[in-house]
């Protein structure tokens, strides 16, 4: 009766298995290590970096633990943080010898310390959060009106160029505020501009004003089209953050929106405010220039005299490039640029889109430049770095360019992005700024591991105590749960908090309660008369309807909690959600699969471990009423 089939006892050994190896690397703790990543868009992290810091630290006597190659950069982990300041120091002279111009990024960071065979079977801790670790937290303002403005500027350059191209004569096109304001001389004219506006600036609301020979069109932006600019920016910003905070080593960054216009950064384990500030502020402006292939000019530029308006770049693969200082388009004509690929060599490409102002200048140059080289730079702090100098193969009008030849997918990738969030689309204040030490997180660490070990152990207590071998059981089943708990959040990689904490304390408390449910559901059925192979059973069956009620609604209100909370409060619904399933599982599953091994091959059971059951004033004796004390 109370025999699980061989299938149900392997499912339970393979997640008890399962729960504890990937539970294992949350014990071993982290070890100091050095990360070395890309500054410039131009210089790519690779093998040959991974030698070079090998070589670096092998030259200068310092023993490492390991050096691996990850998409951030090259990673070596050091045994203390005294040999992890010197391996520092040797990297940062061997990577940057000119400090002046920083062509890598050298930063402290820690990685997981756990065994090699566990990473073989990505078994990785959970990561910490700021509360936890200690860190920087930013709350980020993001200048929607500046955004606004940003694209009123553009449009109305838009407008000037439309009306230039049809002929039609106007008294200038002026943005006042939040609108633009073209005037005319008469209703003619205006008439056929009110036409043109329409139909190359959808997103523009126009009315007339004015009386004489001082006509006005007034354009302001429909409220969907600010909030579309709204969006992109607040998205386009974030993308840029993630981008530039890859600098810092930071292992699980969060940067998120927060309501409509702002935009939390946090960054655990960074305890240098200033230089994040420096890298979160950062600006950069996208701009695209000829190249000059005249004979001899690259050679003289070398030499130490470069022809006049002329600049000396470097391009992917660092070789010299001679670029006019001529800005013939900046970012700000650039409306998207994805990752694509070329219809008729089917090569890896990236497919920009420019404004009409930008797709009008780009035909033109296009045009008077076939066969030549157009250079794409990104410039920042001063200093420009080739993104990709592509041939002009024919004229290109429309706002649709391609640019293709000797990339790689990844790189086509990693170009579309760069174009497209190189810049910060919105200006961003920090209107609140928190730094928290690492050793209150280590407090924070100490005081929610405690609280949870001795609730754990109060509970252990309390259950033996009461329900004797199935309180043991019951408690079994609570550390499968805390092993499965802990094991899925670090499959997930999820970031633990001082809430998750919380909410996993909370879990024991909830967990326990469906194995106190099936326990005194049991000694109903034995206080009933029944067998106690029967009451097993029964007690099992029966309770497993109210557990399952009790825990969805719980679940229902996790959920809420994560689809509508934000911060912290959905950290604790993440973790309070997954505590909810694994303690259904353990409390019904692992417990019943403990009880049939112990209790269910016994054909003629008479009595059970579960405590006292009787009624006051029943008689003692009968063994169907009464368990083992």
């Not at 230039?164 to 200038?172: E, I």
């Not at 693969?317 to 070329?342: E, H, M, N, S, Y």
């Not at 090569?347 to 889109?353: C, D, F, G, Q, R």
Request: aromatic share 6%.
């Amino acid at each position: 009766m109370n025999r699980y089939p061989l299938w149900k006892y392997l499912i339970v050994a393979v997640a008890l298995v399962l729960g504890f190896v990937y539970t294992l690397p949350n014990f071993f703790g982290e070890s100091p290590a050095v990360q070395v990543s890309s500054a410039k868009v131009t210089i790519k992290v690779d093998d040959k970096a991974q030698a070079r810091v090998e070589q670096a630290l092998l030259a200068a006597n310092i023993v490492h633990d390991g050096i691996q190659l990850d998409t951030v950069g090259v990673k070596a982990r050091f045994k203390d943080t005294d040999t992890q300041l010197k391996a520092k120091d040797i990297l940062e002279k061997a990577f940057n010898p000119n400090a002046d111009d920083p062509q890598y990024v050298v930063a402290l960071n820690l990685l997981a310390a756990s065994p090699q065979w566990l990473n073989s079977l990505h078994a990785l801790p959970m990561y910490l959060g700021l509360d936890l670790r200690g860190g920087v937290h930013f709350l980020l303002q993001v200048d929607m009106k500046g955004a606004l403005t940003k694209r009123l500027d553009s449009t109305s350059a838009d407008l000037r160029t439309a009306m230039r191209d049809k002929n039609l004569r106007h008294g200038g096109v002026n943005r006042e505020g939040d609108r633009l304001v073209v005037r005319f001389r008469d209703n003619e004219t205006r008439d056929k501009a009110r036409n043109i506006i329409t139909d190359n600036q959808p997103d523009l609301i126009l009315t007339e004003q004015g009386e004489g020979s001082d006509l006005k069109l007034v354009a302001t932006l429909k409220p969907e089209a600010q909030m579309r600019i709204g969006e992109f920016a607040l998205k386009q910003n974030i993308t840029t953050l993630h981008n530039r905070i890859n600098e810092l080593g930071v292992a699980e960054p969060v940067i998120q929106q927060q309501g409509a216009d702002r935009i939390v950064v946090q960054l655990p384990g960074v305890q240098d405010t200033a230089k994040a500030k420096d890298i979160l502020g950062r600006t950069a402006t996208l701009e695209i220039r000829m190249v000059d292939d005249s004979p001899g000019a690259l050679e003289a530029a070398l030499a130490g005299n470069p022809p006049f308006g002329t600049e000396v770049y470097t391009e992917r693969g660092g070789q010299p490039l001679l670029v006019k200082k001529q800005v013939v388009l900046t970012g700000d004509r650039l409306t998207d640029a994805q990752p694509g690929f070329d219809t008729q060599t089917n090569e890896a490409a990236v497919h920009l889109t420019l404004d009409s102002a930008g797709s009008r200048i780009f035909k033109d140059v296009t045009r008077d430049n076939v066969n030549k080289r157009m250079a794409i730079l990104l410039i920042e702090k001063g200093k420009g770095e080739v993104v990709t100098a592509p041939v002009i193969r024919a004229e290109i009008g429309g706002g649709r360019v391609q640019i293709s030849g000797r990339m790689t997918t990844t790189e086509a990738n990693d170009t579309a992005l760069l174009l497209r969030a190189g810049s910060l689309a919105a200006p961003m204040d920090i209107i609140e700024e928190r730094t928290i030490g690492p050793s209150l997180g280590a407090d924070n660490i100490r005081k929610g591991f405690q609280s949870t070990m001795w609730g754990f152990v109060a509970i252990a207590v309390f259950m033996i105590f009461y329900y004797r071998m199935f309180g043991v059981i019951s408690v079994i089943a609570l550390a499968s749960n805390l092993f499965l708990l802990i094991a899925l959040l670090s499959m997930l990689q999820a970031t633990l908090t001082l809430p998750g904490i919380a909410a996993i304390a909370l879990t024991l408390g909830m967990a326990i309660d469906a194995n106190v449910l099936i326990n005194e559901r049991v000694r109903e059925e034995l206080r009933a008369g029944m067998p106690p192979q029967a009451a097993i059973f029964e007690g099992y069956e029966r309770a497993f309807g109210t557990i399952l009620d009790s825990n969805i609604t719980t679940l229902i209100a996790g959920l809420a909690l994560l689809i509508f909370g934000s911060g912290p409060v959905r950290g604790f619904a993440v973790v309070h959600c997954l505590g909810i399933m694994t303690s259904i599982f353990s409390s019904v599953v692992v417990s019943r699969a403990l009880v049939n091994l112990i209790y269910g091959r016994q054909k003629k059971l008479t009595s059970v471990a579960i405590g006292q059951i009787w009624k006051p004033g029943t008689a003692v004796g009968n063994p169907a009423v009464n368990a083992e004390k």
